[in-house]
């Protein structure tokens, strides 16, 4: 932990807390997005009808129920599971990370992910003394070239952390080309792979790209699913499938940690898939993300681009990525913002080595109201047109 320290993007993020700045910077579903009317008739239900269940401790694996559920509807819908795997219920996807670092990464291990990626799998990591590798993200994907490379350069390469699917933070969806390739690459270089998928299910355009997972047949892949960002973050529920021998060192690691995932938030995922119209839910979600997305991108092409702010179109998640032109000093500009009451994240946050140059920022588009993005995005362009000419 000693190596882990506050830094200066830290200072940018609290401003975020003061009530009058607008955040862009979070990644928080709609506040509208929640099934509250749904779990709250479940609530009422888990306490009248199993409440000792609820209740009592439950087994480190995750509840019976809930993980067959899964299984069938991974199987189904994406190919994704065999005999030789096996699923667990995790305290949400963040929870995977941890796990299979601990597993898997002994000190100065080196693991390979996009950069920029998500900064909480990064600290994770990092947290263990593994060395995060990062490779360059194309607009469908990691550059493969440069991850052929950077394996062969790291002899001491375990594993490659990706997020297939509108990444976080810079919204790409990794192309089944790069998909097959990563694969190829990690069975060579003996590496596992985690796919972390927690914003799958948020498609707004396109068509879905097979999971590495669903041609996984030596078993090298451990699959991470989330409902944080489907359900609700605060229930804390995720799950992961891995090979069953991975996966009987990593049931033995989650023990230490919390020796389970909360019950009542096992049962409510289970209800609310099968008990209720779960591909509707999904759907409404979808909607309503497809027209916050589009907002955001509609207002970055009238208010910022003509500003020389470029960004890059997604097709599902939660994000965007921009990028100032080139000489733009970004942290300055980002502190800049903030003094217009307005809050996003620097790019270098993401990035595995966060003293690396970066001119781009991350916005989150589905926190706030529609009026909230509007105003923000106004004040970016008219902070770009101010600062960059
Ligand atoms: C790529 C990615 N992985 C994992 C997580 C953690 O999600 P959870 O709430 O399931 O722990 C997040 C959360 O933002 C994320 O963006």
Do not use: K, M, R, V
């Given at each position: 932990m000693l190596a882990l320290k506050p830094n200066a993007i830290r200072e940018i993020l609290k401003s975020?807390?003061?009530?009058g700045v607008i955040s862009l910077s979070a990644g928080n579903?709609?506040?509208?997005?929640?099934p509250i009317a749904e779990i709250r008739e479940i609530s009422e239900r888990i306490l009248r009808e199993m409440p000792v269940t609820a209740l009592q401790y439950g087994v480190s694996e995750g509840y019976a129920p809930l993980r067959e559920t899964l299984k069938t509807y991974l199987r189904q819908k994406h190919g994704i599971g065999t005999d030789d795997d096996e699923l667990i219920i995790v305290s949400g996807a963040q929870q995977v990370m941890d796990i299979a670092a601990k597993t898997?990464?002994?000190?100065h291990d080196v693991l390979l992910c996009e950069a920029p990626s998500f900064v909480g799998a990064l600290n994770t990591f990092r947290s263990y003394n593994a060395d995060p590798v990062g490779v360059t993200v194309e607009p469908d994907g990691m550059n493969m070239d440069e991850l052929e490379e950077k394996l062969n350069a790291c002899p001491n390469a375990k594993l490659i952390y990706t997020?297939?699917?509108?990444?976080?933070?810079?919204g790409v969806t990794m192309s089944l080309e790069k998909r097959k390739r990563l694969y190829e690459l990690a069975l060579r270089h003996d590496c596992l792979i985690i796919e972390d998928n927690p914003y799958g299910d948020l498609r707004y355009y396109g068509e879905d790209v097979p999971a590495i997972k669903s041609f996984d047949t030596e078993g090298i892949v451990i699959y991470s699913g989330s409902f944080s960002k489907v359900i609700s973050p605060g229930i804390r529920v995720g799950f992961m499938t891995a090979n069953k021998a991975a996966m009987a060192k990593m049931i033995i690691c989650k023990q230490g940690q919390d020796v389970h995932t909360t019950m009542w938030s096992q049962i409510l995922a289970n209800e609310l898939m099968t008990k209720y119209d779960y591909e509707a839910h999904l759907a409404r979600l979808r909607a309503l993300y497809t027209e916050k997305a589009a907002l955001c991108m509609s207002l970055l092409d009238e208010h910022v681009v003509p500003h020389g702010i470029t960004y890059h179109k997604i097709d599902g998640g939660l994000f965007i990525w921009c990028d100032l032109p080139e000489g733009a000093d970004m942290l300055a500009f980002c502190k800049a913002l903030t003094e217009r009451k307005v809050c996003v994240v620097p790019?270098?946050?993401?990035?595995?080595?966060?003293?690396q140059e970066c001119r781009s920022f991350r916005i989150n588009f589905s926190t706030p109201t529609d009026e909230q993005l509007t105003q923000g995005i106004i004040e970016i362009g008219k902070l770009a047109k101010a600062s960059l000419w």
């Open positions: 975020a807390s003061d009530p579903p709609a506040p509208d997005a929640f898997f990464l002994n000190e997020i297939p699917n509108f990444q976080n933070p810079s790019g270098n946050a993401f990035l595995t080595d966060s003293a």
